[in-house]
């Protein structure tokens, strides 16, 4: 049964997918790039961000979650479907305090290399004006959570990789933010900078510290391709 | 913490053997007893029940019922839902702000005494109402809140109160549900026939889901038998939260026996055990009667072991009680709810028939679909196709409220016209109908002889009636902030997108709104609605995009006809820096 294929069309391409596979998946190893920011390689996939939503048969699906079948014509790369990534992407960038020039994350933050490939070029909804709490208390890991775009890839991490569970979702709605397993700060928790968890955050919400600037502004990696455009690489921080 | 709160916080641990499927239950308790649920206590529960800290914030933060703040000892929740405001629910709040001394969504300097706001109760019909604990009081007028408050302060018990009346307002009964059924008579006929035959039988008779998508019963119950694993599960799903509906309300206080004579069809066919009732936080009241029910049926040899004398045919219910989450209605959050933890939904596939609670094969069924069931097993296919229209048999439900004569429930045959419905229920000059909650859509003149139908207007029941003086765009408004406040928070497009549409909306009913402004609202909230992961953002857009649909002339008597309109005061927004470095306000008529 391992040598079965499952044909699936994206883009008008034929790709030929493996049972069980995700949409997500497949693309990847065909060669075709489907936007996404929650999902990482390394992880079960979290169905946060929608970004990587396909179109299918007329019907709207997450590629990370959804399995291929037999026959499925995915739309992938049209206008229709990345208008509408490029508001969610939008409305990341309105949610949170996201100050780019300023930010250590900027050329390797994956929120604002998708801003770009999906041109967005100024946001025109208003700002929420959160007031989110920075936590140093952790030697080695800040959290910045006006950066925090709810990905859940740090609790994902935590939780199945490291089997350290540091982190976690607290409230509803807009009013969800990012939590750590302890009463005070990240500082209490048994997180380390090695862990799976602390090298995963998609953009400058998770950093290490006294490792800032390593890489020059200018040298990094979407500074010099955008995202997507060769492997779908997911560079760490500190890289 | 002092010893009497750990004492209490690790014998309701242990009450509950200290499972941790069971956090909802525990964290009710101890909110009950505590009045919150402190960093403290949350440490505490997790090391009873071996978990992370983290985990126990991330469920318990999530429902509305559970507080991190300190509570009074009597909690009052006000329903200021759209029909309870219609029928002067903020009169009634602003005579409770008198009377306590605090204002909504505080606790009185006594301590004694909180007050919140609440979405939909159940009692649209008897509106408005509110919750005190757990006992509800309907059909308030503000003249009543000093009685109520006096009562609370002395300690009296409320239930003793002449407003606590619940009237069952059961209008119109029809032949399919709201009809006597003799216990045990739904189980024998199916226990006299195979599994599959009864799914057959509901097959033939085309009965489709009531919670408003209509997904067909027999398929869902088919699907679930034969997927694999050692354990089945079925879910009557009586967390009715769309606002305006109540018919569950009615269906468990009248019709209790046929819910679990349904319930136990359900299991027969699909090879379940157990099977729980999860009914939503605010209907605690029922509980007490539920449970008084199912020990009858127990006592009764209706449930427990070898049901009605079918050998091996055992089968019992729980009943899970909900902590105040509108999404736990869509049932892979309720299932997630019901394993305590946060009510997120999951991502579909697997559906929860292949793999749902405890990863096992589970049938979530809606209350009313569970009656049904139970009647064509009495009546047959036949019989129960012979009502309704082709595709949509049977009858439906409709929960009745708002701006006509007679507010309740009543039993009408799928097919029915809008306008049918509306002279029926004494609404005939409705300017507007929002037919299926607000996640359903709005309907104006024009669209009243459309029927209710899987087909035409699809509706879980609720039905509320807009009579002419009402502003339909602002109650398009309060529900688009029903659903931001309800959002799980899981997924982008729902979490930021509705609140917003809030704020796009608000700019528009606010006079400050341009062309490009509805544009831009209309494109965002086709982006909330393609992008969002459940059900709840793919139609928490409805209510701006139904009306943009119907009702496109009170948009264009609310817009302005310049190009751009700020969403913010420049001058207001520059007042303080210039009081600061003292400069002028700008002059007159110009821009800044």
């Known amino acids: 049964m391992t040598d079965e294929t499952i044909s699936i069309s994206i883009d008008g391409r034929d790709v030929e997918a493996k049972p069980g596979q995700t949409i997500l998946r497949a693309a990847d190893e065909a060669g075709i790039y489907i936007p996404r920011l929650c999902f990482h390689p390394d992880l079960p996939p979290g169905g946060h961000c929608r970004i990587c939503t396909v179109k299918v048969h007329g019907r709207y699906m997450s590629a990370c979650t959804s399995p291929v079948a037999e026959g499925l014509v995915v739309e992938n790369d049209t206008d229709e479907v990345n208008e509408q990534r490029r508001r969610i992407i939008e409305m990341l960038f309105v949610e949170g305090n996201h100050y780019c020039p300023s930010c250590e994350a900027s050329g390797a933050c994956e929120l604002q290399a998708l801003g770009y490939r999906l041109g967005l070029l100024a946001p025109t909804l208003p700002y929420l004006r959160k007031v989110n709490a920075v936590d140093a208390t952790h030697p080695d890991v800040y959290i910045d959570r006006d950066r925090c775009i709810l990905c859940g890839r740090c609790v994902r991490a935590s939780r199945v990789v490291d089997r350290k569970s540091a982190f976690g979702f607290e409230g509803r709605g807009i009013r969800n933010r990012l939590a750590v397993d302890a009463d005070g700060g990240l500082g209490e928790t048994p997180l380390a900078a090695t862990d799976k968890a602390a090298g995963i955050c998609p953009t400058g919400c998770l950093t290490l510290k006294r490792r800032g600037y390593r890489v020059p502004v200018g040298q990094r990696p979407y500074d010099r391709a955008p995202i997507g455009a060769g492997a779908q690489d997911v560079p760490s921080q500190g890289e | 913490m002092g010893e009497d709160h750990a004492r209490i916080i690790d014998a309701t641990t242990e009450r509950f053997g200290k499972d941790r499927g069971r956090l909802i239950d525990i964290a009710r308790a101890l909110q009950g007893e505590l009045g919150h649920l402190s960093e403290e206590t949350i440490g505490r529960i997790a090391g009873a029940l071996d978990m992370h800290r983290v985990e126990v914030r991330d469920a318990v933060s999530f429902y509305s019922f559970f507080s991190r703040e300190p509570t009074g000892k009597t909690v009052i929740r006000l329903c200021n839902g759209v029909v309870e405001r219609m029928m002067g629910a903020d009169e009634v709040a602003r005579a409770f702000e008198e009377a306590v001394g605090a204002r909504f969504g505080e606790t009185e300097p006594g301590q004694s005494i909180s007050m919140v706001y609440t979405p939909c109760i159940g009692l649209s019909d008897q509106a408005p109402s509110a919750l005190v604990n757990k006992t509800p009081l309907t059909r308030l007028r503000r003249d009543d809140v000093p009685g109520i408050v006096e009562a609370v302060r002395e300690g009296r018990d409320v239930s003793d109160l002449p407003q606590t009346e619940i009237k069952l307002n059961l209008h119109k009964t029809g032949p399919v549900i709201c009809a006597r059924l003799e216990r045990g008579v739904a189980i024998r006929a199916a226990v006299n026939r195979s599994p599959a035959d009864v799914i057959n039988e509901i097959n033939r008779a085309r009965l489709r889901g009531r919670g408003g998508a209509g997904f ?131 991502d579909r596939p697997p559906f929860p028939v292949q793999s749902g609670y405890q990863g096992e094969p589970t049938s979530v069924n809606n209350v009313e679909t569970l009656c049904c069931a139970a009647r064509i097993m009495v009546e047959g296919a036949e019989w129960f196709a012979r009502f309704g229209t082709k595709d949509s048999t049977g009858t439906k439900l409709l929960s009745v409220s708002g701006d006509c004569a007679r507010p309740g ?105 341009t062309r490009a402004d509805q544009a831009a609202l209309e494109r965002l909230a086709v982006t909330v609605k393609n992008m969002s992961r459940c059900g709840l953002g ?20 609310r817009l302005r006809s310049e190009e751009f309109i700020a969403p913010f005061d420049l001058a207001e927004a520059l007042r303080e820096g210039r009081q600061i470095t003292g400069r002028k306000p700008p002059l007159e008529g110009t821009h800044a």
């Open chain 2, 216 to 346: 067909p019963t027999a398929m869902k119950w088919d699907y679930c038998r034969r997927a694999g694993g050692d354990r089945h599960f079925v879910i009557c799903n009586a967390d009715e939260g769309e606002p305006g509906t109540f018919k569950d309300r009615v269906l468990l206080t009248g019709f209790a026996d046929l819910v679990f004579e349904g319930m136990t069809v359900a299991a027969y066919a699909v090879g379940a055990r157990e099977g729980f009732l999860y009914l939503r936080g605010e209907y605690e009241h029922l509980l007490g009667h539920l449970e008084e029910v199912l020990r009858k049926r127990r006592h009764l040899g209706l449930l427990g072991e070898n049901i009605c004398g079918c050998e091996g045919f055992s089968f019992d219910v729980r009943i899970q009680v909900g902590a105040g989450a509108y999404v736990c209605g869509e049932e892979s959050a309720l299932i997630e709810s019901l394993e305590g933890r946060r009510g997120a939904p999951r």
């Open chain 2, 409 to 513: 429930v009543y039993e009408v045959e799928f097919g029915a016209s809008v306008a049918k419905v509306l002279d029926m229920v004494g609404g005939a000059d409705a300017r507007g109908v929002q037919v299926g909650g607000p996640s359903g859509r709005c309907l104006g003149p024009r669209d009243y002889g459309r029927s209710i139908s899987f087909d035409d207007v699809s509706t879980g029941g609720s039905f509320m009636v807009f009579g002419p003086q009402r502003d339909v765009l602002r109650m398009m408004y309060e529900f688009t902030e029903f659903f931001a406040e309800e959002s799980c928070g899981w997924c982008a497009p729902c979490r930021v997108g509705m609140t917003l549409l809030v704020r796009q909306f608000e700019k528009i009913l606010n006079g400050k709104g």
């Open chain 2, 538 to 557: 793919q139609t928490g857009a409805n209510p701006i995009l139904t009306s943009l649909r119907n009702f496109p002339e009170l948009y264009d008597a």
